[in-house]
């Protein structure tokens, strides 16, 4: 809800509120547990130390506009022909109910001197304790370059200290959870990439240092973008912490000319009055009914990558797809190797024509033999990237990111894509069109990218510093068209493992591929920081064999593989071709265990009960969305003699109900189960068990 009282706006969630008061520019009052906003009118007066400071008002901007007055991180930053300075001057509100989730707020400013006019728009979702934030800048003046874009500001309450949760990686080590304190000063996270990145995501969280899984205050956000962005962390000598997202102003510029507007990403915030779990499900909760494109159940899926690599053979790949079938895979996936003459990284990439040599009667042969064995049927494809050895760059070699006269940077020996230049946008979009046009039975994509954005250049230096945020907005336009051309095609986001993923790309993506590596083990401290940020609606996570090489690094049991990867979205990456007949009737079981329980895991409440970073007892507890089925994942990492593993005590349950654990006879109340726990039985090195409990009564 959204009311005003004189000079106060008071934004109010279900459990929280945030107050701003307006004058010539946008304070923020509060942010916290609700409150009588109202009551806040005493708290607007004139703060000063001394005359050698700025007004100590400005600190808790909420957009801070670029005039030389404040020294803090600024939000919009403009060089004019003649000046830099921006006078935005307060014109007006407006308050709509855009649905029964969502209310807007918007202010409108206009630059004193020029007819450059900002929108800044506040959204908020009630029910979900969420309120998300962004600017369109609209210039109907002269020309002028923006140098600072950023979609928001949002000031803490004063606390004794401040700790940030946030998230690092790197290629198959992604999502690892971090925490570090602010002192007086900026701390930042970003990606200069051209992509989301693996070694930071743009999410956050912060707390007093005392908050965990059950307690404490929480106050979250994440940035939906996925280039180069920037989320700051600054605390000033005053005490006033402010966090500053949008936008990275690196290597960035922005010309506006007359009668053009630009926005900015959405940036998405949120308060939690109990802990880091709580934060999780409300943001879940969120992403499911908000930003992700559709509710469906997510398919098990076979991948046939390890298998054969780029050898993709109709033969080799029907074989794999007959025994997938066997062990219950719904939708059977055809990885790199498929096209042009593409026989390892070093040729092909660009040439989306299917290899006759691999398919001699056309794809329509495997697909339809897929279609027979009761599966779906998806392809892999990098449309962003092209080897140097290839028919596209020998025709078009002026597509890709290139400084003049200079030779690009290779990476996996392949260049980049200028995806904002018209004409390759079209071909991308062409090709992609035909391909899913003459093969309708085509139900998922694995869109792949494998090389970050180097030697950004078209030619023209006025327009280069542009071409970052062009990327994203051409990818969006694309991955948008298609989805609307084509909406009984699941879409999933693939970069380098985890590089891609955000709420801004995850407005069109059903699931995500968060990590290159598969082991089971490793993979649960990726899984667990994924969760914190991201529902594990869109996480895949695929059963494999162990590597070549590494060959002891995958050895866990089987069923410690498939409960690691039952977590999220079920695949298998395994080569399947070398099972026995008994290791496919393990994974058959396994398969069917999961589609039994897939809905409650991927649109259920989660709750992390013991974390892997902290303990050789790992696990995780999902409750369906009726409260009738609960599903606890646990794992032990090491065995030690003699020490016993504790009690799971569990969370989230009716304290008077009682839950059937299955395969025994006896009930338990909630208050029992959530004070005194279960115990796993786990015993011995990567040992796991999935525990089922019924509510009763």
């Avoid at 200290?161 to 000063?185: F, I, P």
């Avoid at 159940?297 to 690599?309: I, K, M, P, Q």
């Avoid at 279609?371 to 140097?388: H, R």
Wanted: proline fraction near 2%; charged fraction near 25%; hydrophobic fraction near 35%.
């Amino acid at each position: 809800m959204i009311t005003k009282h004189n000079d106060l706006f008071h934004l109010t969630t279900r459990n929280s509120s945030y107050v701003i008061h307006q004058s010539n520019f946008l304070q923020n009052l509060y942010w916290g547990g609700k409150i009588h906003g109202e009551d806040l009118s005493y708290f607007v007066k004139q703060r000063s130390h001394s005359s050698f400071d700025a007004n100590i008002n400005l600190e808790r901007d909420e957009y801070h506009f670029w005039n030389s007055y404040s020294y803090l991180e600024s939000c919009l930053k403009v060089n004019y022909a003649d000046t830099r300075k921006l006078d935005m001057v307060y014109l007006e509100h407006s308050i709509e109910t855009v649905n029964k989730d969502m209310e807007r707020l918007t202010f409108r400013f206009k630059n004193s001197y020029s007819d450059l006019y900002v929108n800044l728009i506040y959204e908020v979702y009630e029910e979900y304790d969420m309120i998300s934030r962004r600017a369109e800048i609209q210039n109907e003046g002269e020309e002028v370059i923006l140098e600072n874009l950023r979609s928001a500001s949002v000031s803490l309450p004063k606390l004794d200290q401040y700790r940030v949760k946030y998230l690092t990686g790197k290629w198959a080590g992604e999502s690892q959870m971090n925490d570090h304190y602010l002192t007086t000063g900026a701390f930042a996270i970003q990606s200069r990439s051209g992509n989301t990145g693996p070694h930071y995501n743009p999410s956050f969280a912060l707390d007093n240092g005392s908050a965990d899984e059950t307690s404490g205050e929480v106050w979250f956000g994440l940035l939906g973008y996925s280039s180069n962005w920037q989320i700051i962390f600054e605390k000033t000598i005053y005490n006033n912490v402010k966090i500053t997202g949008g936008i990275s102003n690196f290597d960035f510029s922005y010309r506006l000319r007359k009668g053009e507007s630009i926005s900015t990403p959405v940036m998405t915030f949120g308060y939690s009055s109990a802990g880091y779990g709580q934060m999780s499900r409300k943001l879940h909760s969120f992403e499911v009914d908000h930003i992700f494109p559709r509710r469906k159940l997510g398919r098990v899926l076979y991948n046939s990558w390890e298998a054969t690599l780029f050898d993709v053979r109709v033969d080799s790949q029907k074989e794999l797809a007959k025994r997938a079938a066997q062990i219950g895979v719904e939708l059977f996936v055809i990885d790199d190797g498929w096209f042009g003459q593409r026989h390892s990284d070093r040729a092909g990439l660009g040439d989306w024509y299917v290899n006759k040599e691999k398919f001699p009667k056309g794809l329509g042969e495997l697909i339809d033999y897929v279609k027979s064995l009761g599966m779906d049927f998806g392809i892999w494809v990098e449309p962003e990237a092209v080897n140097p050895d290839s028919d596209l760059y020998r025709a078009h070699p002026d597509w890709i990111y290139r400084f003049k006269d200079q030779e690009p940077l290779q990476a996996r020996n392949q260049y980049t894509l200028n995806i904002s230049k018209k004409e390759v946008k079209e071909f991308i979009l062409e090709f992609m069109t035909d391909l899913l046009s003459k093969h309708q039975d085509i139900t998922f994509v694995k869109w792949d990218m494998n090389k970050s954005l180097t030697d950004v250049s078209c030619g023209d230096t006025a327009q280069d510093k542009e071409l970052w945020y062009k990327h994203a907005e051409a990818l969006y336009e694309i991955w948008a068209t298609l989805r609307q051309k084509f909406p009984h095609v699941d879409f999933e986001v693939c970069s380098g493992g985890g590089a891609r993923i955000d709420l801004g790309i995850l407005q069109y993506a059903d699931q995500c591929w968060p990590s290159d590596n598969t082991d089971a083990y490793e993979r649960l401290f990726i899984q667990e920081g994924f969760s914190y940020f991201y529902a594990p609606r869109i996480m895949t996570a695929w059963v494999t064999d162990a590597s070549s090489h590494t060959p002891n690094k995958y050895e866990r049991p089987y069923s410690y593989r498939f409960h690691s990867s039952m977590m999220g979205g079920l695949g298998i990456g395994a080569n399947i071709s070398k099972f026995s007949d008994e290791v496919l009737a393990e994974f058959k079981k396994y398969i069917e265990l999961y589609k039994e329980i897939r809905e409650t895991v991927q649109y259920g409440k989660l709750y992390r009960l013991s974390s892997v970073r902290e303990s050789t007892l790992h696990a995780v507890e999902y409750i369906s969305q009726d409260d009738q089925d609960v599903l606890v994942f646990a794992f032990r990492q090491g065995y030690q003699f003699g020490k016993e593993m504790p009690n799971l005590k569990l969370q989230g349950l009716d304290p008077e109900a009682l839950y059937q654990l299955e395969g025994e006879e006896k009930q338990l109340h909630g208050s029992t189960l959530m004070r005194v726990g279960l115990e796993t039985d786990l015993s011995g090195d990567f040992d796991s068990r999935l525990l089922r409990l019924k509510r009763i009564h």
